[in-house]
Every structure is written in structure tokens, then in C-alpha cells.
């Protein structure tokens, strides 16, 4: 039972928690107003989906703190995680109480903040993460709905991502030094992500019988943690444990590059050795191979692809040589999701014939050469 009083200039509605506490919800300015919520409050209560606006008081800090305790995800995504509370969500709303989260606010703190200083494609994550925040609040009871929801944001569509030719990598890598070079026809020709090249070891590449990548389940993929600290740990997600069949160039590359690195525990190691930084391949290796050479007669090439996109470059060549789609999932770890998918299944014959076409795309369009001579005396 709900009950409206006025109280002061304006009125307030008052009911009772279960504990048989009386609350009082102040600072309605009219009687129609608070008879509105009033009515509101009885239906929730009969609904049993009424929340104790007691629990709404608990800040975003406090609720954060006790979501991360509970949830469970790997080390890439909290990462990423981590990165967006600290810099976007906590900067913003912390000492905000869960029950004082507007949906305008929201929507104001997208539009106005974060999509003043990040790309649409971060905003709409920053706010998935949020609301994905806020919507366990709403499961555990302590608000009564997601003000999250139906935000009518219209964030920018992605544009689609580049993919390049056979003899575009094979131009890419021959301005690299020999060793990043390798990284790049790698990267191309197995479809295998950054961290998980960044973090391969000689113990997992087989390059003898059944010659195979496999990614290893616990330290099959290289992190940075809060931006900085470079660890092993698990890859992407549980599909992308798996084995990556090499083609018999790839295989004779990779034991030539064994023969020039005999030390090494990492098959792409950085200085000294040690784990790669991306963002030092990139600034120094992958963008100036991008941009060209004047002195040397090297002309820009695929401007504005990412490393990345040597992942859908290999799917690209992988669906123009008719690889089925169940073998393309697996290669490049991907989980099956529907259920033709699981329902199929990869056989020897399908990779045989995979690594047959990636070969001959090797010999007939590729066939890479180190034309870095004359680079350090022209730069």
C-alpha cells in the first residue's frame, strides 16, 4: 500500500519495505504526480519486481567493485575492460548512486563525451561494457531498470576493412627486414592473430611431420596489461585454441628463419629476445612499409590497413579458393555457431586441399624477396 502526503511546497509518496520500514520518496510537485508513482509502486510490489530504493543508494564505484569480483573473463577482455572504466565510465560517474543513473544522462555522457574524443566503434563498446554493468544491478535487485536501454543512438556503421592481394604482402614484406617480413607472410597465410604470433614459441611450431601451429590453451597469446606490462596467457577465446596447417613454402621459411634466430625461445621475438609491443611493430615497421620510400622508388601501398586485416586477407583468399566454411571457422578460431556448423566437420582431404591452394598461390602470384638493400643508407 502507497500513500501520497504533501510535504512542505511539494509532495511525497510513502509505502512500506518488506521489513516494514516506512520510506518516503520526496519532491514530487504535484498530488497527480506523486498519485502517478504511487500506483507505480503497488503494481511493482503485487509484480514482485519492485526494488528497495534503499539498495539504489549503492554507488557505481561499490557496484563495479563487486562485479569484477564475480565476473570471469580473460585476461585480453578484462584488459579491454579494465582500460574503459578507467579512462571513459569511472571518470564520469564515479560517487553516482546506481538509482540516480538518468537514461538522458546516459545518453548525454555518449553523445557529448565520449563520442567528442573516441571513434563511434569505441563509444558503442564503452557503453556495452556500462550497460552490461548496469543490467546485472537490475538482476540483483538493486534498481529497477536499465537506464541503458533504447538509447536511440545512432552510431556510425564500421566501414568495411581492407584486404590485400598475394602480391600486395608479398610487396608489404619485402620492405621489412627479413625476420618481420616473415611476421607479415606469416600473419597473411595462416590467418593467426597479432598477440598470438607475438607470443609463439618454437616448442608449439612443428615444422616436420604434420607441420602445424598450434596455439597453446594457457599461454598461446601475448597481452599488455593496462597498456604496459607484456604477458603469456590464454588466447582470445576457447575456439581459438587450435592447430594451423602450414603449406610447404611457409614451413621451408619458417626453418630458414629458425637457422638465422638459433636462440631463440620466440618465434618473432622483439629486442634482446624478449615478448613484441604492437604498437612498436606498427610505428616502426608496419607503417613506414605502408607509406612507401621516394628515395627508393617505393609508392604507398594500402594506406589505412591495420595488422589486423591481414586476418580478413586470409579468410578472403580462403573463400576464393572454396574452403568450406566450417574449416575456415576452425582456422582462424572462430566458434561455430550455427548449426549446420555443428553439424559439419574438417577432414584431412579439406585441409589438403586447403594447403594445395595456399601453395600455389605462393608459387603462381607470390614468392617473396627481401629488397631492403640500400635502405639504411637512403633513409
Not at 506523486?34 to 554507488?59: G, M, W, Y
Not at 576457447?238 to 610447404?248: E, F, G, K, T, W
Not at 601501398?301 to 586485416?309: A, I, P, S, T
Not at 579458393?321 to 566450417?326: A, I, L, Q, Y
Request: glycine share 8%.
Amino acid at each position: 500500500m502507497a500513500w501520497v502526503e504533501q510535504h512542505g511546497c511539494d509532495w511525497r509518496v510513502r509505502y512500506r519495505l518488506d521489513d516494514g520500514t516506512v520510506y518516503s520518496e520526496n519532491g514530487y510537485p504535484s498530488e497527480a504526480a506523486a498519485e502517478e508513482r504511487a500506483l507505480d509502486v503497488e503494481s511493482d510490489q503485487r509484480r514482485k519486481r519492485f526494488a528497495d530504493p534503499r539498495l539504489a543508494k549503492t554507488t557505481i564505484d561499490e557496484w563495479i567493485r563487486k562485479w569484477a569480483d564475480a565476473h570471469g573473463v580473460t585476461m585480453m577482455t578484462w584488459s579491454t575492460y579494465d582500460s574503459h572504466l578507467r579512462n571513459h565510465i569511472l571518470p564520469f560517474w564515479s560517487g553516482t548512486g546506481l538509482g540516480d543513473i538518468e537514461r538522458i544522462k546516459v545518453k548525454g555522457w555518449v553523445n557529448k563525451t565520449l563520442r567528442s574524443k573516441l571513434a563511434d566503434k569505441s563509444a558503442k563498446d564503452v557503453l556495452v561494457l556500462f550497460s552490461q554493468i548496469i543490467g546485472e544491478a537490475v538482476d540483483e535487485g538493486l534498481i529497477g531498470s536499465n537506464p541503458c536501454r533504447k538509447l536511440r543512438i545512432a552510431f556510425a556503421a564500421s566501414p568495411e576493412r581492407p584486404h590485400a592481394s598475394t602480391d600486395e604482402v608479398d610487396a608489404l614484406a619485402g620492405r621489412m627486414d627479413p625476420d618481420d617480413g616473415l611476421l607479415t607472410i606469416t600473419a597473411a597465410y595462416t590467418g593467426l592473430r597479432w598477440g598470438e604470433l607475438a607470443g609463439l614459441q618454437w616448442i608449439r611450431t612443428y615444422l616436420d611431420s604434420d607441420p602445424r601451429i598450434a596455439v597453446d590453451p594457457e599461454f598461446g597469446a601475448v597481452h599488455e596489461v593496462r597498456g604496459q606490462q607484456l604477458v603469456l596467457g590464454p588466447p582470445k577465446t576457447p575456439a581459438s585454441v587450435r592447430d594451423v596447417h602450414l603449406p610447404p613454402f611457409l614451413v621451408n621459411e619458417l626453418r630458414a628463419h629458425h637457422e638465422r634466430n638459433p636462440d631463440s625461445r620466440f618465434v618473432f621475438p622483439g629486442a634482446r629476445g624478449a615478448l613484441r609491443r604492437r604498437s612498436n611493430f606498427r610505428q616502426r615497421v608496419w607503417l613506414p612499409a605502408l607509406a612507401g620510400n621516394e628515395t627508393l622508388g617505393w609508392a604507398p601501398l594500402k594506406e589505412g590497413m591495420h595488422f589486423h586485416d591481414l586476418r580478413h586477407t586470409h579468410e578472403t583468399w580462403l573463400i576464393e579458393d572454396g574452403v568450406p566454411h566450417v574449416l575456415r571457422l576452425e582456422r582462424l578460431g572462430h566458434k561455430r555457431k550455427e548449426v549446420h556448423d555443428r553439424y559439419s566437420h574438417v577432414t584431412d582431404a579439406m585441409i589438403g586441399r586447403m594447403l594445395e591452394q595456399l601453395q600455389r598461390r605462393w608459387e603462381e602470384d607470390g614468392g617473396w624477396s627481401w629488397i631492403m638493400e640500400g635502405l639504411d643508407e637512403a633513409v
